[in-house]
């Protein structure tokens, strides 16, 4: 909230938190802000504090109903007025300059649905996303949806955005400028020998499997600070990288994925793995067979673990300010 400091104080700050999704965790974002907030006009000896709007959005399937439920518990402890926003931030959801804060956590950097979109369906055959088996145009292909959509959602968040406003997002990044060669892709790269492996049974059709491609791209911090300069909206204040090993995420679970005490490393990361991405494979290949496919592929990340125990994800965390 350092930014703030240098504008004038507003009477009503709006604080719009994206992809909010439901469950114990979905405050804890917008809690910070309002605290920051309150923290700044201490500093500043401000002798009263604006009303804080938050807006809370995700897709419409999200459990906005039972999200609304905790919201006068929440309030008690941290007053302010909140509302819901249905809808993708790949498009906008927001009046114009009307968003004074905006965090957005564990960004979904690809808009095109599971099953269609980039690459074109059928040429990246034995996968689900780029793998060092994938032809040289599957990257091209996958970059190309990056920038696409990545400048789509800064435009919106440009419109919405008042001058000086502030975002702060994070994504699954990668290191390297091969993606075949890091963690999540790896990851990928074996939940696709589970499909191929029940195909060569039968259980799947391996068509089903060539015309599957999934909405998913890890950047380099190189290609997140290109894309925001070309857009030309924002002024980046801090961009960064960190590693996140998945062994630390039994503490931090979400709600749905039920981690047991004793889990292993490739469990908790396959649970992971399957909230975030069930509602994908279910859409394309069917529910009956969900439950064999994240067996096996529980199987094959035991083995991966064993080989890497530290083989967790890479994520960027920028924060920016509009600046036009």
């Known amino acids: 909230m350092e930014a703030f400091k240098n504008t004038s104080s507003p009477k009503v700050m709006t604080i719009a938190d994206l992809g909010c999704s439901s469950g114990p965790n979905t405050l804890v974002a917008v809690s910070d802000a309002i605290d920051a907030v309150e923290s700044v006009c201490k500093e500043l000896n401000q002798k009263s504090l604006p009303e804080i709007h938050i807006m809370l959005n995700d897709l419409p399937s999200n459990d906005f109903n039972g999200l609304i439920g905790s919201f006068e518990d ?22 114009t300059q009307t968003i004074h804060f905006c965090p957005l956590f564990h960004m979904p950097p690809l808009a095109f649905s599971g099953s269609s979109g980039a690459p074109k369906t059928g040429l990246n055959k034995g996968n689900v996303s780029i793998s060092k088996t994938s032809p040289p145009f599957v990257l091209e292909a996958y970059t190309k949806q990056f920038e696409r959509d990545f400048s789509q959602f800064l435009k919106c968040r440009a419109e919405e955005l008042i001058h ?21 892709y790896l990851h990928w790269e074996l939940l696709a020998q589970a499909l191929m492996d ?13 015309s599957f491609n999934l909405p998913f791209y890890a950047p380099t911090s190189k290609e997140v600070k290109n894309a925001i300069k070309r857009e030309g909206s924002f002024a980046i204040k801090s961009i960064r990288m960190f590693d996140v090993g998945w062994g630390e995420a039994r503490d931090h679970a979400c709600e749905h994925c039920k981690v047991e005490e004793n889990a292993t490393t490739a ?49 960027i965390c920028a924060f920016v300010q509009k600046i036009k």
Do not use: W
């Open 164 to 184: 000086d406003g502030c975002m702060v997002f994070t994504l699954v990044a990668r290191k390297d400028e091969d993606p075949s060669v890091e963690g999540i």
């Open 74 to 95: 929440f309030k008690r402890s941290h007053p302010c007025f909140i509302s819901v926003a249905p809808g993708s931030f790949y498009g906008r959801l927001f009046p």
């Open 267 to 315: 469990q908790i990361t396959v649970k992971s793995m399957r909230a975030g991405s069930e509602s994908l494979f279910v859409s394309h290949f069917g529910a009956e067979i969900m439950d064999e496919l994240f067996e096996r592929y529980s199987s094959l990340m035991e083995g991966y673990f064993s080989m890497y125990p530290d083989g967790g994800l890479t994520n």
């Open 198 to 210: 029940m195909a060569s049974q039968g259980i799947v059709e391996t068509e089903k499997i060539d």
